[in-house]
Every structure is written in structure tokens, then in C-alpha cells.
């Protein structure tokens, strides 16, 4: 197959009017589907039923003896903290169980480290503007809309395949107005990969000018496989701590996409001294956590076998979405040199990026034919692509069948943009 730089003018204006008709055909079928945002499916949620009837009216009693109905326990019953230690790395006395959303804790810690400051800082970091956060990219529109609403600058910072590029995040870190990263280090949002060992330790080991600089270490995909290679993932926490930058990182992750993506349990793990910072600023805030959640997590989660074998019936229903997406992509796009895609072992989505100075077009031509995807943008901060290249692809929401004619139509817009514009 020529790749579209090789057609004759005539092969090229024969491609488009060819793709044209396709297009005209595939606006007529009326299709309406949803690829936006990566949100589990109904059957997904399914898995978690049982659940709801946890923990019973009379499953009530904590190990620690008190009363899961009651207020208190700021920091989570041990039980549930003990249940995601190994998920999060860390002893259970570093960790926090909040309520569900590890969005809203992000939130929180951002907005306690403007007002308050945090370990290691002279002053509230509002007291510090203007101040900057690293942003790799293609990364998480929900990160990048908190910083903007906080008035917080952002630094784009390429991904490498193995997360961020060092060479630009430890240039950027001489910088004292620089406070922290975004991380989603496991099957990054939306470009799929993993932090290599390297790139973790070196995290870890630079010297920041901030002396109370914060990786924002976002795992929210870290028990989310879709195959059965598992890149390792280096321990955040103890490589900071092992470098002497044990206040340097904070690990978010939640249940979301594990039980119930409005009904779970966020999860924030940290040094010492960041937990007690953290719940001296959230104790104000509440008096204590949803405890009969976590009760029911713990009932119906068990341990991390039981994590494992819930994450793997989600893959059994998910892996085949993105498989189909692979699949129609291919068939389409394969051998034009038009488009690369991510091939995702775990996580959400799936980064496909097209030709560049098209996405925006792409994402047109999808919404015009019935296929709603996320923004060209989005990816980045303030919405602003700069090669307008990159489109991130959820594939989970929608059914099997879906998933395919979206992907089927999104694979011809492609190509129709890229041949349109040259
Ligand atoms: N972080 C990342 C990287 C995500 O992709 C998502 C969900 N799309 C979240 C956080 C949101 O997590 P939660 O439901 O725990 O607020």
C-alpha cells in the first residue's frame, strides 16, 4: 500500500473523492456514539453488585473495635488501609482512605499547599506566586483544569515512552518557582506508559530549587492490566525516601475504576510527616471518612488476591474494546504513515496521533458523523496542542460493538484529514 507522500496528484485526488463518498455514507448511517471520556461500562459496574449489600446491618464493628457508623477515624479504618498497602506501596500508618474521588484529594492538597504551605516550605506556596507545576504531555485534562483554576502556570514536558523527558523536568526544576509534577506513572493517561526505573529514580535523586517541591504521583491505574506482561513500576515512596527526598512525593489512587467510579474509596499515601500535614488540613474539613464503604470494600475486596482476580474480570470485558480498537485502526490506517497509536498493556485509553495540523479536523469530521471524542487539546495544558496532533481514545464506555464502528469511523476521518490536507 503507498503511503500518502508517494501518490501522483491524480491517485490523490482519486484517494480523497473515494474517502469523500465513504464519509458521505458513513454521515448517513446516523451513528451515535461516545468516546469521550474513560468511563467503566455498566457491565463493569455489574461486577461490584454484590457489594451494595455490604457490609449489613449488623457487620458493623471495625477491627479496631469502634463503630464503622459513627463519625471519627480521619484516617480510615486499618482494615482498609492495611487492605491497599501493597496497591500503594506503603505501611499502612502512611496511608489515608478518604471518601470516594482521588480527584477531590488532589484538589484538597493543592489548595492546603497554597494556603497553608507544606513540609519543608517557608510559606504558603500562595504566598510564593506566581508558582508552576510540570505537566507531561499528553497527559490528564482534570489535572491541567486545577491548575488552571488556581492560577497556576504549567509547563508542558514531553513523554518519552518511558514518562517524562528528565533532561527538560530537571532543567525546569532549578527554577524555585517550580513546586511540583503531575505524574500518572502506570499506563499513563492517555499515552498508556509506564515510568521506566530510570526515569523514577531520577525523579527521586535531582535536586529541586523548591525546597518543598511535590511529585504528584497519580497511580490511578495501577492494578488496571490489560495483559499479562506487567511492567514494573519502582516504589515511588521509598525511592524518594532511599534518595533523602522522603516529603518529595504524594500517591494518589482510588477504587473508581476497580468497585464503583462514583461510589469509591480514594486512597493518599505519603512520608510521615506529609500524612500528618495532610490530616491536620483535612481534619478541619470533616470529622471522619464514609466508613461503612470501606468495610464494604474490604468485605468484598478480601486482599490483594482478591483485588487481582476483580481487576481481572474487568479485563476480560475491556481488553476485547481495545482489541477492537487496534484492530479497525489498523485495517485502516496501517502502511499511509498518517497516524500512530498507543498499544496500551493497561489503563484507559489509547493515544492515537494523527497528522499533524489535523486533529482538531478529525474530531469535526468524527462529531459531524455522530462519534462524540474528546476535544483535540484536551491532552494538554490550557487546551492547547501545539502540533494539534494528539487524540485520546477511551474505548471503555461503549459496547463491543460500539467501539468497533467508532473506531472503524474515526480510522476514515483520519485519513480523510490527513489526505484533505495535503
Ligand atoms: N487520575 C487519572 C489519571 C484519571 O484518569 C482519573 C479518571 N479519569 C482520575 C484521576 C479520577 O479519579 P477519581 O475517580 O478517583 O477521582
Known sequence: MPSLSNLS?????????????????????????DMTRGKPASDQLDLAAEMLALPGNRDTTAEDGTDARNYGNLQGLPETRALFAPVLGAPPDQIVVANNSSLALMHDVLVYALLKGVPGGERPWSKQEPITILCPVPGYDRHFALCEGFGIRMIPVPMTGEGPDMAVVEEAVADPSVKGIWCVPQYSNPSGETYSDETVRRLAA???????????????????????????????????????????????????KVTLAGAGLALLAASPANVKWYLAQSGRRSIGPDKLNQLRHVRFLRDAAGIDAHMERHRALIAPKFAAVEEAFAARLDGWDVARWSRPLGGYFITLDVTDGTAAQVVRLAGEAGIALTPAGATHPYGQDPHDRTLRIAPTFPSLDAVRKAAEAVALCTLLAAAEAR
Not at 491524480?10 to 446516523?30: M, N
Open 9 to 33: 496528484p491524480e491517485q490523490l485526488a482519486d484517494l480523497r473523492s473515494t474517502l469523500r463518498d465513504e464519509y458521505a455514507a458513513l454521515k448517513a448511517r446516523g451513528l451515535k456514539l
Open 206 to 256: 535531582m535536586t529541586t530549587a523548591a525546597p518543598d517541591f511535590r511529585i504528584l504521583w497519580d497511580n490511578a491505574y495501577v492494578v488496571h492490566h490489560l495483559a499479562d506482561a506487567r511492567p514494573a513500576l519502582l516504589n515511588i515512596l521509598e525511592t524518594c525516601a532511599g534518595a533523602g527526598h522522603a516529603d518529595r512525593p504524594i500517591v494518589f489512587a482510588s477504587t473508581s
